[in-house]
């Protein structure tokens, strides 16, 4: 009954986890949304002037105009298959608020994100940030978690990560089965506790150390919504303690005994 319980658990979380447009419009608020829709269909349109007329004076210039005809000339002349969310920053400060969405657009002969942040104060809003980048396919295509055409560096840390976790489990079940714990739920904590660490960017190969971070558990996978996976890997130490420490008993157990009076 227990590992249906927990089956049914882990299926009802991949099916979460994997439902990330649905995770993404929970943060994402219609209205701004709806705005940003509306400048990408002003760029699309060629209505360069409006859109001109919202820019903050910040990111205003000379150029302005030669870039926004630039960004018009990557979009073709179609109906979008599909628009969604897929990235959302927000700021709420006493004076201003700022708003910086990422906009997936899929039409049949290319793929697009539209980067827009616009800026609110004082009853007014303002173009503080506006992008179109040509992509290659959707994000959740690209930053999927995949073992094609990794290199040596990415299975090794892997391999690391699964066999420092898989140790940690085994302290710990070491751990719960043990008799002479003292305040065993600290323990049963600590094995699974890990310091200092590498971290790789699953689809860059950029590696990262972590010198002075605590983790538990001592592996992780994780990735924000629509973006690339991190593979991280802590030292173990917290399993390494309680194994050191269970094995003192028995070492001392193992001395040379005494001679026996009267023998040389």
Known sequence: MRFKCLAGLAVCACLFGCDQAALMKKFTPPEDESIARGYFDQLRQGKLDLVERDLDPSVAGPDT??????????IPPETPVSVKVVGAHLFHGKEYS??????EYQFPSKWLLFDVTTRKEGGSSTIVGFHVTPQSDSL???????????????????????????????????CIRAKDVKRKWLWMIFVLVGVGGLAINWNTGEITFKILSIYLPCASASHPLYGPWTISVFLPLGAILFLNRQRKPKTAGESIPPPVPGTQ
Do not use: P, Q
């Open 98 to 103: 700022t708003t910086g969405l990422t906009l």
């Open 140 to 174: 959740e295509n690209l930053n999927r978690f995949t073992l094609t055409g990794k290199s040596a560096i990415h299975y090794w840390l892997l391999t690391l990560a699964v066999c420092s976790l898989t140790f940690s489990v085994y302290v710990l079940i070491l």
């Open 65 to 74: 105009r030669d870039k926004l005809v630039e960004m018009a000339s990557l």
